[in-house]
């Protein structure tokens, strides 16, 4: 016999390890499990941080770069706060959740924002600038398509990457076609919290008109208004300066709009005039600083037998209602009269359409929905318990304001009301909606800004001595004008960089 025993019955050379292996999956945890009772609780916590890590994957980590990022792009608040469950924090990186879903807009740019500080691994993919690209897609889809190029920053490839913010780019080449996207989220979020805060300023426009101003209309290059005074003016956007005068009506311009091209208004003297829109002059042209010049109208529609209340119009269609309680429809192309709708039955305050649909609200009290191509009057809504000045048609939603002191949202397709706004104290004249806030102007002398999801109302702007006619705005300001003869910018751009916002 041999004294270490080798040839002692029982022997083995099967180790502890390969016992392990023979047992199936359950059976190993049982035996773990047994062990793990009988050390102390000190061992026990020091083995479940060893433990736990092997818990969880990364699992964009683990993906090619180009999977990854395709995978954050579509990133919600959902997602972020399953990384948060999973405990993919690093270190005291971790963010709070319930502050960010405070804000309004905590959706892809928000969660996009949080991911940054996931781990460095989705730091690395989030910092991708498709993904900031469909973020602020998802965040704001109606201002996605006017977001426009501009020069980037003095920056190299990799500070590209990594989307910083741009700087001058005087004197240095550059892709025009590049548009750094987490920095145009980051800007728009700036935009943002001004409005919801009333960071804003609030300028007069010199304007000539010697009487009320009930119409206006604005773009990045002009301010076009008009008066009870019959004329159109032209004001320069950016230096406020007076640049054209349209003379051609014989009463009141109650309404107008335009495009690149043309201008149509329409008047108290039942008359729709059509212009041709000069071009302003450029920054530095001598012509600039020029008298301004007088604009006579290229073409007359007549039709209406009394006011032009208000008229919508696009390549095809000019929509016109009436004091007279009737809407027409014209080519734009040869101003021929194409149909007339009836039905109202009082004043057709206002119209508005997109496509074959059109919506009208009357002093009657109802908002009307019409299919353009066979005249049908498809649906009418009621809910106002008195006369409808203004409304507004985008999408899936009418929203409406009235002398009743309210404004109500309704659905377009089935006539649904969805909600009533409060706060106004007289007629609500003049309204605009975009995916995000509700502007109203009244004659209780007041714009309010509302939100347009949960109905709140989010500011109150004073400046107008007198009726508040009309209001339009974009991502960037608000544009009123009033009975008080004044027209006043709200710009709420203060520390924000608008240069891409188109």
Not at 87 to 94: A, N, P, Q, Y
Not at 154 to 180: F, L, M, N, Q
Not at 215 to 228: A, E, H, N, Y
Request: hydrophobic share 35%.
């Amino acid at each position: 016999m041999d004294i270490d025993g080798s040839d002692d019955e029982g022997y083995s050379d099967l180790t502890a390890p390969h016992l392990v292996e023979r047992l199936s999956e359950t059976q190993r945890a049982e035996v773990a499990v047994q062990l793990l009772l009988t050390v102390s609780c000190e061992t026990l916590a020091r083995v479940t941080d060893r433990l736990v890590p092997l818990t969880k994957r990364d699992f964009v980590a683990w993906l090619p770069m180009e999977l990854g990022v395709k995978i954050l792009s579509f990133v919600g608040s959902s997602l972020c706060a399953s990384a948060s469950a999973l405990g993919l924090w690093v270190g005291e990186d971790r963010p709070s959740l319930g502050h960010a879903h405070s804000h309004a807009h905590f959706s892809g740019f928000a969660s996009l924002a949080t991911c940054l500080r996931v781990s460095r691994s989705w730091a690395q993919v989030a910092r991708d600038n498709a993904c900031w690209r469909a973020a602020f897609r998802a965040a704001w889809p109606r201002s996605f398509e006017r977001v426009a190029p501009r020069p980037p920053s003095i920056v190299d490839s990799s500070e590209k990457k990594r989307s910083v913010t741009p700087v001058s780019t005087v004197g240095s080449s550059y892709d025009p076609a590049y548009i750094d996207w987490k920095h145009v989220c980051l800007q728009r979020h700036l935009l943002d919290r001004n409005w919801r805060t009333g960071t804003y300023t609030a300028t007069e426009i010199p304007t000539p008109h010697k009487e009320a101003i009930y119409c206006l209309q604005f773009d990045r290059d002009k301010i076009v208004s008009g008066s009870r005074d019959h004329t159109v003016r032209i004001h320069d956007a950016k230096t406020l300066q007076l640049r054209s005068t349209l003379v051609g009506h014989i009463g009141s311009v109650l309404c107008l709009q335009f495009d690149k091209t043309s201008l149509v208004t329409g008047s108290s003297d039942s008359r729709i005039l059509i212009w041709s829109l000069p071009p302003l002059p450029s920054a530095g042209d001598p012509s600039a600083e020029t008298t301004p010049s007088t604009i006579h109208p290229t073409h007359i529609l007549k039709g209406h037998t009394e006011s032009v209340l208000n008229l919508k119009f696009d390549s095809s269609r000019i929509l016109s209602c009436s004091k007279d309680k009737t809407i027409k429809v014209w080519s734009s192309v040869d101003g021929s009269l194409l149909r007339t709708l009836k039905g109202h039955r009082a004043a057709v305050n206002a119209v508005q359409f997109r496509g074959r649909l059109a919506v009208s609200a009357s002093g009657d009290r109802t908002i009307k929905v019409w299919d353009l191509e066979t005249g049908e009057n498809m649906r009418t809504l009621v809910g106002h318990v008195r006369g409808i000045a203004c409304v507004q048609f985008e999408g899936d939603l009418i929203v409406s304001g009235s002398s009743d002191k309210t404004i109500r949202i309704w659905n377009v397709h089935t006539g649904q009301h969805l909600r009533t706004l409060d706060g106004h104290m007289e007629l609500v004249r003049t309204l605009q909606f975009d995916e995000s806030i509700i502007v109203s102007g009244s004659y209780d002398q007041s714009i309010k800004v509302w939100d347009m999801k949960s109905g709140s109302q989010l500011l109150a702007l004073d400046a107008h001595r007198h009726r508040v006619f009309k209001v339009q705005f974009n991502e960037c300001r608000i544009v009123s004008c009033s009975q008080d003869q004044r027209i006043i910018v709200w710009d709420f751009t203060s520390g924000v960089d608008t240069s891409f916002f188109n």
